[in-house]
């Protein structure tokens, strides 16, 4: 991805006899470079699977563009749709649902080069299917093909599914959570996985996360998101010491520790903001500490704050220096 794009989509939801709109992607903007991988983290419910499929087109849009490669996707012909299926793809979150229980594996990775016209005969089809299936680590290869997905642990489902998005040697791919229904001791080798798959191949990564160590493990960016908005991004390896947003801190301190259990965690004030009627500004205000009337009564948008590091909020540099605050704010910024 190469250029910037604003979206928006919106759902109606039905209370009391009234249609109501909630925002669940509003206003975000963010670039992709070639290559890269991008961490997007964040609650449950704040948009990011939403906008993972906003970006395979599988949502529509109610807003805004994206562009991939300079080409805006988001008018896209029905006819130019082949091509962007090849250069974009999708790892869903469970392999136990995304895998047809009634394909072989065989059929399943071969799927998407029969449905693009991308073999010239079944021959050349079943080499790449071995080949790929050999790339994720399934090997022998050959013992695989005619297995169905019940035959298969969570760990290779998930290899599967893996194979299955880059046999057409796509541009770009979301992985929508793609470690969170396996176990603990298989997480690492998809991860690690998908890591030797960017250097080697150059494929862009959007990784959806709830697991901020995982994000900063293997991502080179993150992008923070509450309620459909985008409140940071940032290097990862500054995700610990250099995190900017009152929101970005909440999360940190959320992060379980085995070794030193935190006696105290932040506590935020207020309850959770109703996604049906959003607050006016910032949408955080309402619980955040930093909070002024300011925060209340204009939008914050993303600004740059170094390189690589943009935040939305207009005390970002006066926390940062922890300049003129109350003791409240003091415990939130000096917190560990």
């Not at 992709?32 to 991008?38: L, N, P, R, T, V």
């Not at 805004?64 to 090849?86: A, C, H, M, P, Y």
């Not at 029969?114 to 290869?141: G, H, T, W, Y």
Request: hydrophobic share 40%.
């Amino acid at each position: 991805m190469t250029k910037n794009y604003v979206l928006k989509t919106s759902f109606f939801k039905q209370i009391a006899g009234q249609k109501n709109v909630v925002s669940a992607v509003n206003n975000v903007s963010f670039r992709i470079k070639q290559g890269e991988i991008i961490g997007l983290v964040g609650e449950s419910g704040c948009g990011k699977t939403t906008l993972g499929k906003m970006l395979m087109k599988i949502e529509s849009i109610t807003e805004g563009d994206i562009l991939i490669n300079n080409e805006n996707i988001s008018t896209l012909e029905k006819k130019n749709r082949k091509k962007f299926r090849k250069n974009v793809q999708m790892i869903f979150q469970d392999p136990f649902d995304s895998l047809n229980p009634k394909m072989t594996i065989y059929d399943i990775v071969s799927e998407p080069l029969r449905s693009l016209n991308l073999s010239k005969n079944e021959k050349e089809m079943k080499r790449k299917v071995l080949d790929i299936l050999q790339l994720v680590n399934l090997s022998p290869a050959e013992k695989y093909l005619a297995r169905h997905p019940h035959r298969l642990s969570g760990g290779q489902r998930q290899r599967v599914a893996i194979a299955r998005a880059l046999i057409v040697d796509p541009d770009f791919i979301v992985a929508d959570e793609p470690v969170s229904m396996l176990d603990v001791s298989i997480r690492a080798g998809i991860l690690n996985l998908l890591k030797k798959i960017n250097k080697e191949r150059g494929v862009s990564i959007l990784f959806i996360t709830h697991d901020l160590a995982t994000a900063r493990f293997l991502c080179d960016r993150i992008t923070v998101m509450y309620l459909g908005e985008v409140k940071e991004i940032l290097p990862a390896k500054e995700l610990i010491d250099n995190n900017l947003h009152p929101y970005s801190k909440l999360l940190l301190s959320s992060v379980p520790d085995l070794f030193e259990p935190k006696k105290n965690r932040l506590k935020l004030k207020g309850e959770a903001t109703n996604a049906v009627v959003p607050p006016k500004g910032c949408r955080f205000a309402p619980r955040c500490p930093f909070a002024e009337n300011k925060c209340t009564e204009e939008d914050q948008i993303l600004k740059s704050y170094q390189e690589d590091h943009m935040v939305a909020c207009w005390k970002a540099e006066q926390i940062k220096e922890g300049k003129n605050l109350n003791e409240e704010e003091k415990y939130w910024l000096n917190y560990n």
